[in-house]
């Protein structure tokens, strides 16, 4: 077959077409006013090294909190920390239940980790991702200073310092338009699949039209 044979029957068939494509986007529609609707916010916070000794090289110290970012992204996800975060929100999540909806991003070309949490309110989810990420910026430097600490200091010990500071560089604030449900990738999954149909339907039928004109009459032999 030519392709302007395929026109013909794709020509010849468009009430198929027209058809199968409002069912998809009717269908798609539907889901989507029916989905939960959430929404996203995130905060950002960026972690420096700096030297507890003035014979500590400074690019050393930027290597070691480099290296350090999946460690941080790791605690950030831990059942203690997330506990925690979960009773300052006044949230009744479990800490697998919160980690499904939060998420900590970190780069191997900086030292900035993007905290960011999905609520069913605009407010939750600023709340809990501000709530996260300044637990987790607790949690590194508690860290921290405990392994900057010398324990063979002799005399009275001193109050240690960390070698990593951290800082919220970019607060989460109340997003204006929810992440979810995506109504126009929806749409157009829903367009996608209407017309994915079409064409399995107008096959179907040439395949069967076609078997019905090589089939020989009633009562003659083949």
């Given at each position: ?153 002799s005399g009275e010990a001193e109050p240690a310092k960390a070698t990593v500071q951290g800082v919220i560089t970019g607060t989460a604030e109340a997003p204006s338009s929810s992440s979810d449900p995506d109504i126009p990738l929806y749409l157009l999954a829903g ?32």
């Open positions: 077959m030519t392709l302007r044979d395929y026109v013909l029957i794709v020509a010849r068939s468009w009430i198929v077409v027209v058809v199968t494509v409002i069912v998809g986007l009717v269908t798609a529609g539907i889901l989507a006013l029916t989905a939960t609707t959430t929404y996203t916010a995130s905060a950002q916070v960026l972690f420096t090294g700096h030297a507890t000794t003035s014979g500590q090289d400074l690019a050393y110290v930027g290597n070691y909190v480099q290296s350090r970012m999946q460690t941080y992204k790791n605690l950030g996800t831990s059942t203690s920390l997330l506990t925690s975060v979960a009773q300052t929100i006044g949230s009744d999540d479990t800490p697998r239940e919160l980690a499904e909806r939060t998420d900590i991003e970190v780069s191997q070309l900086n030292t900035v980790a993007t905290v960011s949490a999905t609520d069913t309110t605009a407010k939750g989810a600023a709340k809990a991702a501000n709530t996260l990420g300044a637990a987790l910026l607790s949690a590194v430097q508690k860290i921290e200073a405990d392994n900057a600490a010398d324990p063979s200091a367009l996608f699949a209407g017309l994915a149909a079409s064409i399995g339907v107008i096959s179907l039928r040439e395949v069967l039209r076609g078997d019905a004109s090589t089939s020989p009459p009633s009562g003659e032999d083949p």
